[in-house]
């Protein structure tokens, strides 16, 4: 019997019957036979069911990472080019504020005024103001 045992394939070895694990191997098959396995539910562990969430969950938490890392060397490079803007735009107002001081000079004024043969008036007129609002006087 043991040269039939040591030819044996391992169907027969795994249904011998030893300490009762094999014979419940084969009451299961028992069950199974006859029965359309095809509309059953698939039922796994609860384990095996949150590792696939936590994968998607790890995956999009690490996009959002990365957008929000992106916008924000975006971000700082329109404010690097906006501090460039600011400052240029200072400084060309700081030369036309000269340039408008430059023009309205009294001393270049009463030159110009001077080279066109425009002279201090002899007398002044005083002309009181019209109260527009108040309407015609009687």
């Known amino acids: 019997m043991s040269a039939r045992r040591a030819s044996a394939g391992p169907l027969t070895r795994l249904f011998r019957s030893r300490k009762g694990a094999p014979q419940q191997r084969r009451r299961r098959r028992a069950e199974l036979i006859g029965r359309d396995v095809a509309g059953m539910p698939f039922r796994s562990s609860p384990s095996s069911r949150l590792l696939p969430v936590a994968l998607v969950g790890t995956l999009i938490a690490a996009l959002c990472l990365a957008a929000l890392r992106v916008d924000l060397i975006r971000q700082r490079y329109e404010l ?52 527009v609002a108040a309407g015609p006087r009687p």
Do not use: C, H
Request: hydrophobic content about 40%.
């Open 80 to 131: 690097a080019e906006a501090m460039n803007t600011e400052k240029q735009l200072i400084d060309q107002k700081r030369l036309l504020t000269a340039q408008a001081r430059r023009l309205r000079d009294p001393a270049r004024l009463a030159r110009m005024a001077a080279e066109r043969g425009f002279v201090r008036p002899e007398r002044l007129i005083d002309i009181e103001p019209l109260d």
